[in-house]
């Protein structure tokens, strides 16, 4: 079992930054892929950015690529997400999954979630 606890959060302003953080708890994170995923009111939860549970691998959806960087230090069992040049448009829960092997793009094919952190972009 592998608990997954998000941080970082919170309201800002468009332009600014914040990071994420996923630590995981329960047994080891090295060996899992991890996704950040966002969810805006009304709308369906969607993969933002995933690494491979090495690092080496990693995607971000169109929206967020070149503004977002995700990173994991297997170490602290945590994995971050740097937020650049928020947008309005960014604000939803953010949540972190993962799973055993590498990243995918769909929510189903995660087995471990965390509870959510809110990211507010004022504009």
């Known amino acids: 079992q592998v608990h997954l606890v998000e941080s970082g959060g919170g309201l800002v302003q468009t332009g600014d930054s914040l990071r994420l953080s996923c630590t995981a708890s329960g047994r080891t994170f090295s060996g899992y892929g991890t996704g950040w995923f966002r969810q805006a009111p009304g709308k369906e939860r969607e993969l933002v950015s995933a690494i491979g549970w090495s690092g080496t691998i990693t995607y971000y959806a169109p929206s967020v690529k070149g503004r977002f960087s995700i990173s994991r230090d297997n170490a602290k069992n945590t994995v971050y997400l740097q937020m650049n040049s928020l947008e309005p448009e960014d604000t939803a829960v953010y949540y972190c999954?993962?799973?055993?092997?590498?990243?995918?793009?769909?929510?189903?094919?995660?087995?471990?979630w965390g509870q959510g952190t809110q990211v507010t972009v004022s504009s």
């Open positions: 999954a993962a799973r055993l092997g590498q990243p995918g793009p769909g929510v189903r094919q995660y087995d471990y």
